[in-house]
């Protein structure tokens, strides 16, 4: 599976920006997706994810609220919609997906087998 992630850019306080993370050689129906960021010189942190079963979210405490996980199996993508950005959402965000990942695991990005390469998210104050 190749995961391919696009959507970022700089917005102001505020604003919105939505993420994509479009699959090949898989429709990801079956795996549990997850959204990460990291700034430089910090370890990567748990944003957001969905288990494969579909329905059930889990978001970090600093995006609850704001950001909204989402997957198209027909399509084989993964979303994220980012609204009322703040100047500490800027990260690289990476999407995520694992095909055996547990519920408890969701949020440990050592859980995960499939990566895609980031996209920026700067967002200015």
């Known amino acids: 599976v190749q995961l391919q992630a696009s959507g970022g850019g700089l917005v102001q306080a505020g604003g919105s920006l939505r993420l994509s993370c479009a699959a090949s050689g898989s429709t990801l129906r079956n795996y549990g997706l997850g959204w990460f960021r990291q700034v430089v010189g910090k370890e990567r942190e748990f944003v957001a994810s969905?288990?494969?079963?579909?329905?059930?979210?889990r978001y970090a405490d600093s995006v609850k609220g704001r950001f909204t996980i989402s997957r198209d199996n027909v399509k084989a993508t993964m979303y994220l919609q980012m609204n009322s950005l703040k100047p500490e959402d800027t990260a690289i965000y990476y999407c995520a997906a694992d095909p055996r990942i547990i519920w408890s695991s969701l949020p440990n990005p050592q859980a995960y087998s499939y990566w895609g390469q980031g996209t920026l998210v700067t967002v200015s104050s």
């Open positions: 969905v288990h494969r079963s579909g329905g059930s979210t």
